[in-house]
């Protein structure tokens, strides 16, 4: 929030967004941490975490994007270090969610060289290793 008024873009803090399940809006809400609205005003949900990231923390935010509509294309999904509980060298984590053009969405975790890498979920990184490992059985 203090990067977000720095900046001078608008955002809710605890805003409550509908759920979506199956193309329709059910009853019941999530409550996203963070939703920045900028000047474009497309909001994007912020989700932040004080525990290592999960599957269901990407889950989660996916489940905010859907609920806002295909107009909402970017999420962002960040891991604070907790002073005193972890060790200092613990780094920030942070995860950009983008929404692409086959309405699949692509999560990018910002390395510590400050590039973007895509990341992949657990179950793609499990498909990707039995694909790898049927190549390799096939070629021999």
């Not at 060289?113 to 499990?126: F, I, M, N």
């Amino acid at each position: 929030m203090v990067e977000l008024r720095e900046a001078h873009v608008p955002y809710e803090r605890e805003r409550y967004v509908t759920i979506l399940y199956k193309g329709r809006y059910v009853i019941g809400t999530g409550k996203a941490d963070i939703l920045a609205i900028p000047a474009s005003g497309v909001s994007i949900p912020i989700e932040c975490k004080k525990t290592g990231l999960k599957e269901d923390d990407r889950q989660q935010l996916r489940t905010y994007m859907d609920g806002m509509g295909n107009a909402c294309g970017h999420g962002v999904l960040i891991r604070f270090p907790q002073p005193g509980k972890e060790p200092n060298d613990q780094p920030l984590e942070f995860y950009w969610a983008r929404r692409e053009a086959n309405g699949s969405l692509a999560f990018y975790k910002r390395s510590l060289e400050g590039t973007w890498v895509l990341d992949k979920s657990k179950s793609e990184r499990a498909a990707g290793r039995k694909s790898a490992a049927k190549k390799q059985s096939a070629g021999q």
